[in-house]
């Protein structure tokens, strides 16, 4: 099984890995097959399903698809200019993706919400079409959103995961459990990050991995001075005002101070995750860690450990994020990293996870310390729902990500005061995180129909 870092950690758009960036992803592939086709499409059509159709407003799902079939992807995206297309796609009804001639497209009619036909693939799922002059269709194609930007169709999906499949290059150490991970770090002598980075370049060149890692943690780090930078009020119609701007202003005119009690260094860790994730909200660039609900613990507890940790060094920046890679790959591929398949322990549990071992191994934490980490961190988000309040990824998700990163720093600490050896393996936290969200009710998998989603008043 082969996960690149680079899958793991994508740049992208809020708010929604999932419902935003997925669907958007689905649209310039589909674009794409109409590139290469014989057909000559003079329009599109969208419906979207499943969670995608009950929760898409709120995740600006349609506006997604409709800046997607204008030819717009996630890491290109310009916020100015993605609203002066939004303007002139619905004044004129069509759009203008670039290798296609203009095609009809009115969001108003064009775009369906589709409620009452949930696909069977997957809780996500939705249909793109081209049509002729008259309306008929010329090519259709069912996407699913599988979670963290994956976009998979329906005859991928029913062949199975393609890092299953052992495609491209063999790797030099195909770890798919935890256990192996941990048998191969043994055999070799070599840390996680140093099998995770020798996996990386059987595929790529050290200049190109290099390069990429740095461009991920720039985007992090850009997203969580945007967020710091920025103030006023969240869209969606919660009223939710921005936080991280305040926190942040009054926790940097108490330094120094020595005022503040002992706990305040969570404060500083919550800031950093929520300025990411009121990006997020904002409908801005942020990089999936593993997605975007989620995107804003990973960069908290980097940045946490380099501005608060003595002899934190930038350098080992890669090796964080190619251990919290390793980390995300085992999850994903052996349970899974979607709030609509597993809830929220797929994505927040996941992503402090994810950053426990980056922080356990950039601390020196040996390979079974790592994964220790891990373990705690997970274990204590097991059975975690996904219960957006009008299925907005503002409340809970917010403030959520801000506590996933101090567990994730609980959790590489403790597992660094032990020797490794511990009760709970790895591999068995992520098949009861598997099992549980199975065994979850569909309300509380990003469907907004359950938990704190009904039972706060939202107008
Ligand atoms: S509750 Fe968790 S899983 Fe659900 S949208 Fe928010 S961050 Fe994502």
């Not at 993605?82 to 303007?87: G, H, K, N, P, Q």
């Amino acid at each position: 099984m082969y996960l690149s870092v680079f899958d793991i950690f994508k740049i992208g758009i809020g708010p929604s890995s999932s419902h935003t960036m997925g669907p958007m992803v689905a649209a310039a592939r589909f674009l794409e097959t109409l590139r290469g086709s014989p057909f000559n499409p003079v329009g599109l059509r969208a419906s979207l399903h499943g969670s995608l159709a009950f929760t898409g407003v709120g995740h600006a799902t349609d506006r997604a698809v409709i800046l997607g079939l204008d030819g717009v992807t996630p890491e290109a995206y310009d916020a100015a200019a993605a609203e002066t297309a939004l303007a002139r796609i619905r004044a004129t009804a069509e759009v203008r993706p670039d290798g296609l001639p203009p095609l009809r497209f009115d969001p108003a009619t064009d775009l369906v919400f589709d409620y009452d036909r949930p696909l069977p693939g997957h809780a996500n799922g939705m249909t793109l079409s081209a049509t002729d002059a008259q309306g008929d269709v010329l090519a259709t194609e069912t996407y699913y959103s599988i979670g963290g930007g994956f976009v998979r169709t329906e005859a991928e999906l029913a062949a199975g995961d393609p890092a299953d499949q052992g495609a491209e290059r063999p790797v030099p150490y195909p770890f798919s459990s935890a256990a192996e991970m941990l048998e191969m770090a043994r055999a070799s002598g070599r840390s996680i990050a140093a099998m995770k980075r020798a996996n990386e370049l059987a595929r790529m060149s050290p200049a190109a991995l290099e390069t990429g890692l740095a461009r991920i943690w720039s985007a992090m780090s850009d997203c969580i001075e945007r967020g710091l930078a920025t103030d006023g009020g969240l869209p969606g119609g919660l009223g939710i005002r921005r936080r991280a701007h305040a926190i942040h202003s009054a926790l940097m005119a108490e330094r120094g101070m020595n005022l503040t009690p002992p706990h305040t260094i969570n404060d500083w860790m919550s800031v950093y995750a929520m300025a990411v994730n009121e990006e997020n909200a904002a409908g801005g660039q942020v990089v999936t860690a593993p997605t975007n609900g989620a995107a804003g613990v990973v960069p908290a507890t980097i940045r946490y450990w380099l501005s608060h940790v003595p002899a934190a060094q930038p350098s080992k920046i890669g090796d964080f994020l190619l251990t919290a890679a390793a980390i995300g790959g085992l999850i994903k591929h052996n349970a899974s990293i979607s709030g609509a398949e597993c809830g929220c322990q797929a994505e927040v549990g996941s992503a402090s996870a994810m950053a426990a071992a980056g922080l356990a191994a950039v601390m020196g934490g040996s390979p079974e310390q790592v994964e220790n980490a891990a373990e705690i961190a997970l274990e204590h988000h097991l059975g975690m729902t996904c219960d957006p309040v009008k299925g907005l990824v503002q409340v809970p998700c917010i403030e959520r990500n801000g506590l996933g990163a101090i567990k994730a720093v609980s959790a590489a600490s403790l597992a660094l005061r032990g020797d490794g050896r511990h009760f709970v393996p790895l591999d068995a936290c992520i098949e009861t995180m598997r099992q549980t969200g199975r065994d979850m009710s569909e309300k509380y998998k990003e469907t907004a129909l359950g938990g704190l989603a009904v039972n706060v008043p939202n107008c």
